[in-house]
């Protein structure tokens, strides 16, 4: 062996050892950097998941945003997305996996605990990509103790209502639409509209049941135009440092059709005193019960990172779950959990777990077409608070053709289903 065949004998093996020790210093470097959360949890429950996270026992950096759409598109487009995103836009997520930022979840949670429609929120692809982490019941009415109305369609002047968010106006009235094709036509009908399923020529939004369904629902606002100007500028909130819509409302309304999570609205005294009946029948025109909607909010993985995965994993399990439960008053999918001891929890708590149930409908659609369909439920509101004529029809007909847009550029990450029967 010649001693120039030596030394570079010696260089390489010199190299390789410099290269190991740059591994194990990223490898300690990833092990020590805290896994980076996104979500749209602010105030109050904000620092109820932080309680929830500590105890995982996994080193953490949560940002709450209501701007959480423009917030990721940021940090991914600059190539520092979070390690973790939990977000109620399935739809949205689903573009991010046509783009292969989103990592497979499959083995990091029991399946089993999850029924439909919750888990069923797989891709063509056979992978799992997102798990609820929180769940909320919709299709509901909050009324105060002791005033509970009759089962007959309810006038304007009854309900409390608020269109503004600081995230994205327009929702709540889209709420009302969801759950009047839900109710009149069926969960069948509801999810292939969901997902625009039926074929290329199949327009949903042109369809007699969602055009009648918006009709029925800017019928019952042409009742009083001026409370629908006046909701139109309310935030669905209700007043800021109030008690929410149904106990802080400043025209005396006494119907709230809104989803669980606004009694986090309502301030622990006031909650207590709040109470839920079915939607079906106070809706414009009455309807019989078909389905509930349903929402949640879904944590997604970014990036590769073991201890993002495992932060998942500890997450929705059902100890974790029933922690968070406990601590902030929420409501978990996963069927193990044991809601609160008290009458209504117990009443959501069933609703979301057992039943026909059906995704928001304006969740699982793509960005694009569910903010058409957020502007078009704002346009029918303010046309109709200054005496004008929605134009019913001109406004799905914009919606359908982003849809058409939309379903030209769609991916392959749609989803297989939307409701459960059972």
Known sequence: MTRRFKI??????????????????????????????????????????????????IPFHYQGTAAQREVLLSKVQSGEPPDVVIMPGIGELAEYRDQNRLKPLDHLYDPKQYGAP????????GHVYWVPVKA??????????GHRPANTPAPMRSWCMGMDDD??????????????VLQRAGPGLYAQWALNSGGPRKKWWRSDQVRTAWAAWAGLLKQDTTAAKTALLTDHRGPSRGHGLLF????GCTLEHQGSFARSFYGE????HARLMDSAPLLPGGARLRAHEVTGDFAALFSGRPRAAELIRRLSSKETQQKWARVAGVFSANRQVVPKDQAVEHQIAQRLLKGPRCLDASDVMAPAVRDAFYEAALLTMARVAEGQDPHIGTL????????DVSTQNAGHAALQTVCSTH
Request: hydrophobic share 45%; no cysteine; glycine share 12%.
């Open 8 to 57: 570079l004998v010696l260089m390489v093996v010199m190299l390789l050892i410099a290269a190991v020790g740059v591994v194990v210093v990223w490898t300690q470097h990833d092990d020590e950097e805290p896994v980076t959360i996104l979500g749209t949890w602010t105030g109050q429950q904000e620092e109820q998941f932080k309680t929830v996270l500590r105890g995982l026992g």
């Open 118 to 125: 919750w888990n069923a929120a797989g891709t063509a692809s």
């Open 136 to 145: 909320d019941l919709k299709s509901v009415v909050w009324y105060r103790e």
């Open 167 to 180: 995230g994205a106006s327009g929702w709540p009235g889209t709420d009302w639409i969801e759950d009047l």
């Open 248 to 251: 802080g409302g400043a025209h």
């Open 269 to 272: 005294k006031d909650t207590e």
């Open 396 to 403: 799905l007909g914009n919606v359908q053709r982003v849809q």
